[in-house]
């Protein structure tokens, strides 16, 4: 279909049809159907006023060089000339001018189905100047204003701000033209004294000049060697119209033509204030997806973990990779939480479904989560608690979800998991597998007990934790998507996870992600952990206190710590001998220096200690009063052989 610059031509569909309802009443109609008066009034000399299309408004036309006195230039010379516009000029009734107005409007309506295919703000500014280049002009560039592009609400009447900032998007011109130097795409500029800034941006008006004298280069140019460069390649005509939408300034869009064009007229000026009418919805569309989806991610973001913890023996990679599609972003979580004597809990989930619903939910989980793992650190009774909890929920979700606990004396990892995909592990060698870990169901659907797995010597070797998002593609089946998550598994560098083709690239080649993924990776390293974890084995009788006093003097003044030996042997004492008394004696002393001091002892009993009050003639009672008075923070936990009680100290500068 010809462009409007491409001059009448077509079949007739409607011979009656009115030329002046083409562009809603507003087209420049050719000389020969105006009177003396009409003519008179459709040639606008510098300085005079016209009317704008788009907002009815009356403006200051730009500089317009009439032709020779009598002729009015710029209609004749609205399009590309050629004979079927020698037709048109013949009169108002003329068949060729009535199916010319036609192939105009089909153009403009062409524009529906090129402009705005996806809702990406720059790849709809560039096929708006893609789809004005070179029907309308020889060149094109769009200009948005920056808050639009940070899903902001554009600039209205009266509230704008003395020179708007904008940012390029999209240039593109014909092959005569690309020297030309316009602002580079990404850049922002602010030019307070072109036309494009005083008349679009600061009065919504557009901008024609149609035969450009010497002087109107600058007034157009973004910089003086931009204007020379006009000069230099022939630009002879701009015009410049604002792009609106629902009342609100989003931005603008200039057109130039070259040598081989003639100049543009108020008929180019209707179809391009069209033009720009249709494209700046298409525009404010696409701002407002990426409004919504930027709500959305930031709302998953802040529920993430902003910072990871001391993870002794390990150390913690993560990554997040938002989908493609704002329907695509919803549950998808991690978190990383310290336990008592060095231990590291990892937890990876997925719930079901996207949108902000699933994010609210998958902010409750972890938060849930958190709490339980305070009181056990046994993964499988994790998620037993947490399926109870996903089944109160109002709105019925269900969620994967993967626990692993790391223990740095052993480098050992117990997981359990929710109906979650298992770990990868990749050995020093490059060697990958998947962890063997029985697979319960998932949380909400009521079927427990999760059995946990054990897995050992894990020095020198990586677990990779992932969600599904991060290899599931539309095309490929499970085994092809196992393969690649194995193969990115041994090539992966945990320091520099965003150069992850999975992560940079998509799950598949030349796939987009329609589903969010995070990404985990554990790195045990491959040498003895130093020398700041120590566990012993203590007696079951009454002699274990005085043995755990001695065993944390020693390794105190070892440390440097001997102002720290008095405090902590009463700390040891107090734990020791609730153990003998309430928990069937103790089991190991652990003790761990990161940047502050821990002490643990375990023991068999199923009860956790808790501060009671004590009247002044019980004998007993006290000691967790006293704990909580000497140490920063205390607390305890069920474990798989029993619990344990931890207190932990400050360590002096």
């Known amino acids: 279909m010809p462009g409007?610059?491409?001059?009448?031509?077509?079949?007739?569909?409607?011979?009656?049809?009115?030329?002046?309802?083409?562009?809603?009443?507003?087209?420049?109609?050719?000389?020969?159907?105006?009177?003396?008066?009409?003519?008179?009034?459709?040639?606008?000399?510098?300085?005079?006023?016209?009317?704008?299309?788009?907002?009815?408004?009356?403006?200051?036309?730009?500089?317009?060089?009439?032709?020779?006195?009598?002729?009015?230039?710029?209609?004749?010379?609205?399009?590309?000339?050629?004979?079927?516009?020698?037709a048109a000029r013949r009169g108002f009734g003329s068949l060729a001018y009535r199916v010319f107005a036609r192939d105009r409007l089909a153009w403009l309506n062409d524009a529906a189905t090129r402009i705005g295919t996806t809702l990406d703000l720059e790849r709809t500014a560039k096929e708006?100047?893609?789809?004005?280049?070179?029907?309308?002009?020889?060149?094109?560039?769009?200009?948005?204003?920056?808050?639009?592009?940070?899903?902001?609400?554009?600039?209205?009447?009266?509230?704008?701000?003395?020179?708007?900032i904008t940012r390029a998007m999209a240039v593109t011109a014909v092959p005569e033209l690309v020297e030309l130097e316009p602002d580079p795409v990404g850049t922002a500029s602010v030019h307070p004294e072109t036309l494009l800034t005083t008349r679009c941006l600061q009065q919504r008006q557009s901008v024609l000049i149609s035969r450009m004298r010497e002087e109107d280069y600058e007034r157009v140019a973004p910089t003086r060697r931009a204007a020379d460069k006009m000069r230099a390649k022939g630009v002879h005509s701009y015009l410049a119209v604002p792009l609106?939408?629902?009342?609100?300034?989003?931005?603008?869009?200039?057109?130039?033509?070259?040598?081989?064009?003639?100049?543009?007229?108020?008929?180019?000026?209707?179809?391009a204030e069209q033009l720009a009418s249709r494209a700046a919805l298409f525009v404010d569309n696409a701002?407002?997806?990426?409004?919504?989806?930027?709500?959305?991610?930031?709302?998953?973001?802040?529920?993430?973990?902003?910072?990871?913890?001391?993870?002794?023996?390990?150390?913690?990679?993560?990554?997040?990779?938002p989908a493609a599609e704002a329907s695509g972003v919803g549950g998808d979580w991690y978190d990383v939480m310290a336990l008592p004597g060095g231990r590291t809990a990892l937890v990876i989930g997925d719930v079901m479904g996207h949108g902000l619903p699933a994010a609210a939910t998958m902010g409750r989980l972890r938060a849930v989560s958190r709490t339980l793992m305070t009181l056990d650190i046994q993964p499988d009774r994790m998620l037993a608690r947490l399926d109870l909890a996903t089944r109160d929920l109002d709105d019925d979700q269900v969620a994967t979800c993967l626990c692993a606990v790391h223990d740095p004396a052993d480098a050992s990892l117990t997981i359990a998991s929710a109906g979650h995909p298992p770990p990868v592990r990749v050995e020093a060698t490059g060697e990958t597998s998947f962890v063997d870990v029985p697979v319960g169901a998932p949380l909400g659907a009521?079927?427990?007990?999760?059995?946990?797995?054990?897995?050992?010597?894990?020095?020198?070797?990586?677990?990779?934790?992932?969600?599904?998002?991060?290899?599931?593609?539309?095309?490929?089946?499970?085994d092809a998507q196992a393969r690649r998550l194995r193969a990115a598994a041994a090539e992966m560098?945990?320091?520099?996870?965003?150069?992850?083709?999975?992560?940079?690239?998509?799950?598949?080649?030349?796939?987009?992600?329609?589903?969010?993924?995070?990404?985990?990776?554990?790195?045990?390293?491959?040498?003895?952990?130093?020398?700041?974890?120590?566990?012993?084995?203590?007696?079951?009788?009454?002699?274990?206190?005085?043995?755990?006093?001695?065993?944390?003097?020693?390794?105190?003044?070892?440390?440097?710590?001997?102002?720290?030996?008095?405090?902590?042997?009463?700390?040891?004492?107090?734990?020791?001998?609730?153990?003998?008394?309430?928990?069937?004696?103790?089991?190991?002393?652990?003790?761990?220096?990161?940047?502050?001091?821990?002490?643990?002892?375990?023991?068999?009993?199923?009860?956790?200690?808790?501060?009671?009050?004590?009247?002044?003639?019980?004998?007993?009672?006290?000691?967790?009063?006293?704990?909580?008075?000497?140490?920063?923070?205390?607390?305890?936990?069920?474990?798989?052989?029993?619990?344990?009680?931890?207190?932990?100290?400050?360590?002096?500068?």
Not at 38 to 61: F, K, L, Y
Request: proline share 7%.
């Open 244 to 271: 609106i939408a629902r009342g609100v300034l989003l931005g603008t869009a200039d057109f130039v033509r070259g040598p081989k064009s003639p100049p543009f007229s108020g008929v180019d000026l209707a179809v």
């Open 446 to 478: 009521g079927v427990i007990p999760y059995d946990p797995a054990r897995v050992t010597g894990l020095r020198g070797s990586r677990l990779v934790f992932y969600t599904d998002g991060l290899v599931k593609t539309r095309r490929d089946d499970v």
């Open 287 to 321: 701002r407002l997806y990426e409004r919504e989806r930027e709500h959305v991610m930031s709302l998953q973001r802040s529920m993430l973990p902003r910072a990871m913890p001391q993870t002794p023996g390990l150390t913690v990679a993560t990554s997040y990779a």
């Open 128 to 164: 708006l100047a893609d789809f004005a280049v070179p029907q309308l002009a020889d060149g094109a560039a769009v200009d948005l204003l920056e808050g639009v592009l940070h899903g902001q609400e554009g600039e209205r009447p009266g509230q704008g701000l003395a020179v708007p």
């Open 493 to 653: 560098d945990p320091l520099d996870l965003g150069s992850c083709p999975l992560i940079a690239e998509g799950p598949g080649p030349g796939e987009a992600r329609f589903d969010e993924a995070v990404l985990l990776v554990a790195d045990s390293p491959g040498r003895e952990p130093e020398s700041e974890l120590y566990v012993w084995d203590l007696p079951e009788d009454g002699t274990a206190g005085a043995v755990a006093r001695r065993l944390v003097a020693e390794r105190l003044r070892k440390w440097d710590l001997a102002e720290l030996v008095d405090m902590t042997e009463l700390v040891v004492s107090e734990l020791v001998g609730n153990a003998l008394r309430y928990g069937g004696g103790p089991g190991q002393l652990r003790m761990l220096r990161s940047d502050r001091l821990t002490v643990e002892v375990s023991d068999s009993g199923p009860d956790l200690p808790q501060i009671q009050h004590a009247d002044v003639s019980d004998e007993g009672g006290r000691g967790m009063q006293l704990i909580n008075m000497l140490c920063r923070r205390w607390g305890s936990c069920r474990t798989e052989a029993g619990k344990i009680v931890w207190a932990e100290q400050d360590i002096p500068d």
């Open 4 to 86: 409007p610059r491409g001059g009448p031509g077509g079949r007739l569909e409607r011979p009656g049809t009115r030329v002046r309802s083409v562009l809603g009443g507003r087209v420049a109609l050719p000389d020969s159907t105006l009177g003396r008066e009409d003519r008179g009034r459709a040639s606008a000399e510098p300085g005079q006023s016209t009317r704008t299309a788009a907002t009815g408004s009356r403006r200051e036309a730009g500089t317009v060089k009439s032709g020779s006195r009598g002729r009015r230039s710029a209609a004749g010379s609205a399009w590309r000339p050629g004979a079927r516009w020698a």
